[in-house]
């Protein structure tokens, strides 16, 4: 299994700034994904983000808006930028398993409240 | 369109009782169905299952997958209060993407 962080974990911001997630992970992996989950739903797939490679955004989700870096194979960021109130969530980064093939494996997520 | 849907939404149940909790789907090109236990933030991952009719187990909780008729159960015995967590059922495909289900909210009374 992988060991994962995320900084902030939680944060209160007011709407038109934004936010840079930080994703930490204690081995290095291909494969790196973001996910949100606004209050009371399941899991959404903002953005698969590869090493070398521009981040592939799912439907719904645009590079302006969540831009994602990925420097190295153990580290990610997301920025949710221009916040407004619906993107209050929490922001979870998440690997592929080694192991155990088609796990994933989360950090322990971020929660955004924007005012 | 790809989807999973779980029932029941959500679940009370008191301190013993044995709760089974379902999970149908309909992905394209199916690779895998996976049970999840959420507390507070992050999914813990519980099961993965590939193969129709063979149970997976771990202390008081199970699971099975019908890949004919496309559905999971996850069973709980003996509920504890420590049980009481979301339960995400999720898929993937053979290109590696995840569907998540909406998740079942279980609350065991002590």
């Known amino acids: 299994s992988a060991v994962i962080s995320q900084k902030p974990s939680r944060d209160i911001c007011q709407r038109g700034t934004s936010l840079t997630i930080q994703c930490q992970v204690d081995s290095q992996v291909t494969m790196m994904f973001w996910y949100r989950q606004q209050p009371g739903q399941s899991l959404t797939l903002i953005a698969t983000a590869n090493q070398g490679s521009e981040a592939t955004y799912e439907s719904g989700f645009v590079i302006d808006k969540f831009p994602i870096s990925r420097p190295n194979l153990t580290f990610s960021t997301l920025t949710v930028s221009n916040m407004s109130p619906e993107d209050s969530s929490i922001y979870l980064c998440?690997?592929?398993?080694?192991?155990?093939?088609?796990?994933?494996?989360f950090g322990p997520g971020t929660r955004l409240t924007v005012t | 369109e790809d989807k999973v849907v779980q029932s029941p939404l959500s679940l009370v149940v008191h301190e013993g009782d044995t709760v089974t909790l379902n999970c149908s789907y309909e992905v394209t090109n199916f690779r895998s169905l996976l049970w999840y236990k959420q507390e507070k933030k992050a999914p813990t991952f519980l099961f993965m299952l590939t193969s129709s009719g063979i149970e997976k187990k771990s202390g008081r909780l199970s699971s099975i997958l019908d890949k004919k008729e496309l559905f999971s159960i996850l069973n709980i015995t003996a509920t504890q209060t420590g049980d009481s967590a979301v339960y995400l059922c999720a898929v993937t495909n053979t290109g590696n993407q995840f569907y998540f289900g909406t998740g079942t909210s279980l609350t065991v009374i002590p």
């Open positions: 998440s690997v592929m398993g080694g192991g155990q093939p088609y796990e994933q494996y």
